[in-house]
């Protein structure tokens, strides 16, 4: 396993002289690598690296660059086994969970490497009737990846695979918790064929100082930060210093709800993948269960007897379907904002607690007859706890779900769909799972309103944070 810094097409060690710092596997709380310590030096030679990349990147004729991501989904398809054990070592999650984030991942390639071929742009005549506008899409430049620690393979490439297919350039940060999936994602795609310099990885446990070490240089003309809504926030401050173009996917506390005339079979399928995907540790995690009070204790009954049933454990031993989570903060945290319900009147439908679990587990978790103005509706859980609140009307509903500073993804789930799209409708979130639990494809714009976000991955759109336009004017004869 490769742990040093990927910088110009080869593994290095830091120029910064510090202490390699421990990745600990959640399971075992033992250490599993020790990665390189990057410091602001090697920031500064990996964009060095980067933008003398990106001369000859951009002019790549597209068909090149898109063979290239090819190659990167089919090796990474190849090796899925190995990158989704890599993933459960390093983030916990399990081994279930590992392999359709492998597979979710490796997409982005693929579905880049299609895209990479289709030019956008087009040609206009301006109505003065003097002159043609030519509308052409150009690659941003260089561009700053930061991923969290929850998906570590599939936020790299979400981010990695549109920079590269528009003809940018990158430096990749991943998240200190989970950098061993990012190294072998470049070891990868260089042999894919990535010439040196196109991707680069610099590792560090001091992401403020690096980062805004990268973002104080002018060469950086994109950002594309996946994590929390309270770092996106800075970072989109220190972007303004040298107007950076930054994409953010921050924080979510989607609503699930449930209206009287739903398939409450459907609707529990659903909630166990929108809440338990990832053990709960995904930004598109259902956070808030909106019940109509009509169905509310068969739907609760019927979820609770489901979320007992959960085999817990080390996320690589077979059968288990939830992992630890990712830290002792984590489980500290998850555990305080159940105590804090039940003392607020919550009473526990299924699981609570931790004792007798493996590492940082927190056991899934139901609550019922949770207050609208609870607490812990106001925080993204990150774990596998699924508050249910009831609610009287559908405009009921649509106010609980839009009451948040949030808006990645809303759920719901109705047999009538002339009711669903209107409900739909009024639901303030870049998303909506309409009778789904589950919504990401990398062929669709994923991204979130209000502070859950700016900008789209996926899709067209993903690859246009990578590109900028540019408007020729020529004389029309
Ligand atoms: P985080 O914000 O703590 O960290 C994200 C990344 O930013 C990591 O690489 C981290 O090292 C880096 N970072 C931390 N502080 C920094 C600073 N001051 N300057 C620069 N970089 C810094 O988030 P996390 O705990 O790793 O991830 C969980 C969060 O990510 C949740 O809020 C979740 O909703 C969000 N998330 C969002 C999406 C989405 O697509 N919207 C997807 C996954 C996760």
Not at 193 to 207: E, F, I, M
Not at 300 to 327: C, K, M, Q, W, Y
Request: aromatic letters at 6%.
């Amino acid at each position: 396993m490769s742990t040093g810094l990927w910088i110009d097409g080869g593994w290095r060690e830091s120029r910064a002289g510090r202490d390699d710092f421990a990745v600990v596997d959640p399971a075992t709380t033992k250490v599993l690598a020790h990665v390189v310590d990057g410091g602001v030096e090697d920031m500064a030679d990996a964009l060095d690296a980067a933008s003398r990349a990106y001369e000859t990147w951009a002019e790549t004729p597209a068909r090149e660059r898109s063979t290239i991501l090819r190659r990167a989904w089919e090796l990474m398809t190849e090796r899925s086994e190995e990158l989704a054990r890599l993933i459960v070592r390093e983030n916990g999650k399990a081994l279930p969970d590992a392999r359709s984030e492998v597979a979710y991942a490796a997409e982005f390639f693929r579905w880049f490497s299609e895209e990479a071929v289709r030019a956008h742009g087009d040609m206009r005549r301006s109505p003065t009737g003097q002159n043609w506008i030519m509308v052409t899409e150009e690659p941003i430049g260089v561009a700053l990846l930061i991923t969290p620690w929850n998906y570590p393979a599939a936020m790299a490439t979400r981010k990695i695979a549109p920079a590269l297919a528009a003809g940018s350039t990158a430096v990749l940060k991943p998240a200190a918790e989970t950098p061993l999936t990012a190294l072998a994602i470049a070891e990868l795609l260089a042999e894919a064929g990535l010439p040196a310099g196109v991707l680069n990885v610099v590792c560090t446990k001091r992401s403020g100082e690096l980062v805004g070490h990268a973002l104080g240089d002018t060469r950086v003309r994109a950002l594309s930060f996946t994590g929390s809504t309270e770092v996106g926030r800075t970072l989109l401050t220190l972007a303004a210093q040298n107007v950076v173009r930054a994409s953010m996917e921050l924080g979510g506390n989607a609503p699930f709800v449930v209206l009287d005339d739903a398939d409450l079979e459907e609707a529990v399928d659903g909630l166990m993948v929108a809440k338990l995907r990832n053990g709960g540790s995904a930004c598109t995690a259902a956070n808030r269960i909106y019940v109509a009070d009509g169905v509310a204790d068969e739907f609760t009954e019927r979820f609770a007897a489901r979320i007992a049933s959960v085999r817990h454990g080390n996320g690589l031993d077979d059968g288990v379907e939830l992992g630890p989570l990712v830290n002792e903060s984590t489980q500290r945290k998850v555990a305080e904002l159940v105590d804090g319900a039940v003392r607020a009147g919550a009473s526990i439908a299924a699981g609570g607690g931790h004792d007798g679990l493996p590492g940082y587990s927190y056991r899934a978790t139901v609550l019922a007859d949770v207050k609208p103005d609870a607490e812990i509706l106001r925080h993204e859980i990150f774990g596998p706890v699924a508050p249910i609140v009831r609610f009287e009307s559908d405009a009921q509903a649509v106010a609980l779900a839009n009451d948040s500073e949030f808006g990645l993804i809303s759920y719901l789930y109705t047999r009538d769909l002339d009711r669903g799209l209107a409900v739909s409708r009024r639901l303030r979130s870049g998303m909506v799972g309409l009778n789904r639990g589950v919504v990401s494809d990398p062929a669709a714009p994923f991204g979130g309103v209000k502070q859950s976000g700016i900008g789209r991955e996926g899709a067209a759109e993903g690859m246009r944070e990578f590109t900028e336009l540019k408007y020729t004017a020529i004389p029309f004869h």
